[in-house]
């Protein structure tokens, strides 16, 4: 089985900057993704990370340490509107497309 | 415009009522999901499918049934013997090809049982 470990909640001033931390222990590591879900609402897609490093998409960072099994989503010049859960999801090679989901990271943005 | 269609949005039940939600897609995608959502919890798959006709049970599959009789459609099917069915309920779809797991969500079911 899979273990995926994030803070359970986080709280960060408007313009600020916050990290999410994700662990993970699992075999035949296939790649990790970060999705936002506000309240009531379907997940959507961040990013993906697949090999170590660093990816930029605007706001929004993600990076993976494959063999600390570890990785960040980086909220930058957080607004308003970035108040939201942030789930953790691995797939694993053994399972064709599956994800296994952490119990995700509400981030709480205060004026 | 491509994407998934879930309905209906809000569902209430009676216990020892089963109760289908639907989920349909157009995206031409092969794999369809079914996760649940708990308050405080991450999302756990119920069932899902690789191709038409075929279909496996997830990490929570009891009390649940499914169908994939089209590519485009996997409804599912909470049944009376399901202990706790309240919860909001989501469908997915990938290309389901290997290193592309990127999941494609519906708006969700919030089933509530009475």
């Known amino acids: 089985g899979q273990n995926i470990d994030q803070p359970t909640e986080m709280t960060a001033t408007e313009g600020a900057i916050v990290q999410i931390n994700c662990t993970y222990q699992?075999?035949?590591?296939?790649?990790l993704f970060w999705y936002q879900q506000h309240a009531g609402e379907a997940p959507t897609f961040l990013s993906y990370?697949?090999?170590?490093g660093l990816e930029e998409k605007g706001r929004f960072s993600s990076f993976l340490s494959r063999s600390k099994g570890y990785s960040y989503l980086l909220l930058k010049e957080l607004q308003m509107k970035d108040s939201a859960s942030y789930l953790c999801?691995?797939?694993?090679?053994?399972?064709?497309?599956?994800?296994?989901f952490g119990a995700g990271t509400q981030v709480v943005v205060t004026p | 415009d491509g994407g998934i269609t879930q309905s209906p949005k809000y569902l209430f039940r009676k216990e020892g009522q089963n109760v289908t939600l639907s989920c349909e897609q157009n995206?031409?995608?092969?794999?369809m999901y079914w996760y649940r959502q708990d308050p405080g919890q991450g999302l756990r798959l119920i069932y899902y499918?690789?191709?038409?006709?075929?279909?496996q049970k997830g990490d929570i599959a009891e009390g649940y049934s499914v169908s994939r009789e089209k590519k485009e459609s996997f409804p599912l099917t909470v049944t009376s013997a399901q202990k706790n069915p309240t919860a909001f309920y989501l469908c997915?779809?990938?290309?389901?090809?290997?290193?592309?797991?990127?999941?494609?969500f519906g708006e969700g079911s919030r089933l509530t049982v009475l």
């Open positions: 997915a779809s990938s290309t389901g090809n290997r290193g592309s797991g990127e999941l494609f």
């Open positions: 699992t075999s035949g590591f296939n790649g």
């Open positions: 990370n697949v090999l170590d």
């Open positions: 999801a691995v797939m694993t090679t053994d399972s064709w497309g599956k994800l296994q």
């Open positions: 995206l031409n995608h092969d794999a």
């Open positions: 499918s690789q191709i038409v006709n075929d279909f």
